[in-house]
């Protein structure tokens, strides 16, 4: 082959590669509002206030606002408006959700009304809690010694003589890994090592399953992930909306084996990098 022409598609290839290995934002904007997940939090302002002449009127037209962007909200394999459609249930919770949310901001002028709420992805009152109660069992948890060891909010390290991690930082940086509320690790064969299946139920509900923060940014004040958080590279994304990552079967079974010490995947203790 021409060595011009093998150039020449080395850059074009190279190309596409750089198109597609840029790192993706934390912060999702939309018409209908923007996802943080910085911040966890999902906020909504009214797109129309001139239209509104009643309060009423403006918070009926910021709950079309919100049903519309939590049904474009990405699961691995689905939009989550494909579940609500087949769990009628499932949205009346997830309508309460935007009803328990408190008012962040409310104002009235000769043009209407304008609103803007904030409801966190995650806790008691979160937009992933409804969705966790179906993804994750609640028989599922870690045993009583490591999570009497681990009960408070803060990991702390725990110096038995060996090495040990107090939470996992998985680095996906450019690989195309997109935030969700329900992301998976897993090994090179195949192997589950993070996911719904894997978490408890506890601290699932109580701080979510997916977090995420820019790499470039070179900090991640994550309290929960302790002094000696361990580091690892991930290979790629996988899954059809990029949910998923993959590590070696070689540092999947560090992973699973610091694990056992402390604990800190089953207590979602785990920060991906974008």
């Keep these: 082959m021409n060595r011009h022409l093998i150039l020449a598609l080395g850059i074009i290839l190279g190309s596409f590669s750089l198109l597609f290995s840029q790192n993706i934002p ?19 302002s ?12 403006a918070l009926t037209a910021l709950q079309k606002q919100y049903a519309l962007l939590v049904q474009s909200l990405r699961l691995d394999t689905l939009a989550l408006g494909t579940l609500m459609e087949s769990d009628p249930l499932l949205k009346d919770e997830l309508l309460d959700v935007f009803n328990q949310a408190q008012i962040e901001g409310l104002k009235r002028n000769a043009a209407g009304y304008n609103i803007s709420i904030d409801i966190p992805l995650y806790g008691e009152t979160g937009l992933a809690t409804q969705l966790y109660y179906r993804l994750i069992s609640p028989e599922s948890k870690i045993s009583g010694d490591v999570l009497k060891r681990l009960s408070n909010d803060e990991a702390e390290e725990f110096n038995d003589g060996r090495e040990c991690f107090t939470g996992l930082i998985v680095d996906s940086a450019g690989l195309g ?15 589950v090592v993070y996911g719904p299946s894997t978490v408890d139920f506890r601290f699932a509900l109580h701080y979510g399953i997916g977090h995420f923060a820019l790499k470039r940014e070179g900090k991640w004040p994550d309290k929960r ?17 990029k949910h998923k990552v993959v590590l070696s079967n070689t540092d999947s079974a560090k992973v699973i084996k610091m694990n056992s010490k402390t604990g800190f995947l089953e207590q979602t203790r785990v920060l991906f990098l974008l």
């Design 177 to 191: 890994l997109y935030p969700s509320i329900v992301p998976e690790i897993v090994s090179e064969s195949g192997f």
């Design 46 to 57: 009214l797109q129309d206030p001139s239209r509104h002449s009643n309060i009423n009127s």
């Design 225 to 241: 992930l302790g002094k000696t958080p361990l580091i690892v590279r991930a290979l790629r994304s996988e899954g059809l909306f």
């Design 26 to 44: 934390v912060v999702e904007k939309s018409n209908q509002g923007t996802f943080d997940w910085s911040t966890e939090k999902l906020s909504l």
